[in-house]
């Protein structure tokens, strides 16, 4: 199904969709799960990606992207129950239709009884380590991440 942008029209599915998921992998044992991108050494993240034009909820994004980009299966895989919206990077907009600026982030959090290996897709990342809450919300590159994180602490 391809859902009609804020201007009324059908995009076309050369371009990626501005609705993407964030999935916080965290242990019980206080570690979160962070992965380096392949494209930019600098930039950490927690499972990330955009819905496929023809997925319908977020909900299949999240369990595809962490199968994915860490071999996980989304066993408890928890909605965390919020949504962001924000302004797309300027070295990733062409990666979007030209007339779209911001991109709408959905939130989940999947919870391990402790540290695993992780099998990561070469093409998205080079490296995956775990790090304290702290030291993830400090390392990660987005602000959606970092409050993701720092969130999932709290409840911790």
């Given amino acids: 199904m391809t859902r009609p942008t804020q201007q009324g ?4 599915k050369k371009f990626k969709r501005p609705e993407s998921v964030l999935v916080v992998v965290y242990t019980l044992t206080g ?18 990606g955009s819905l496929e034009w023809e ?14 980009e860490t071999g996980l299966a ?4 928890q909605d965390a129950g919020w949504v ?22 959905h939130a989940y959090f999947l919870a391990l009884p402790s540290e695993r290996d992780i099998t990561i ?9 775990w790090y304290t809450f702290d030291e993830a919300a400090a390392k990660v590159a987005s602000w959606t991440n970092r ?6 602490k709290e409840r911790y």
């Fill in 84 to 105: 962001n919206r924000y302004a797309i990077m300027p070295q990733w907009r062409a990666r979007y239709a030209p007339e779209t600026r911001e991109n709408t982030e």
């Fill in 9 to 12: 029209h059908i995009p076309t």
């Fill in 31 to 48: 570690k979160v799960l962070l992965l380096r991108r392949a494209d930019d050494p600098g930039f950490w993240q927690s499972v990330t």
């Fill in 121 to 129: 897709n070469p093409a998205e990342h080079a490296e995956y380590a």
């Fill in 74 to 77: 989304a066993t408890g895989l």
């Fill in 55 to 68: 997925e319908t909820r977020p909900r299949q994004a999240a369990v595809r992207e962490l199968r994915e």
């Fill in 147 to 152: 409050e993701a994180i720092l969130k999932v």
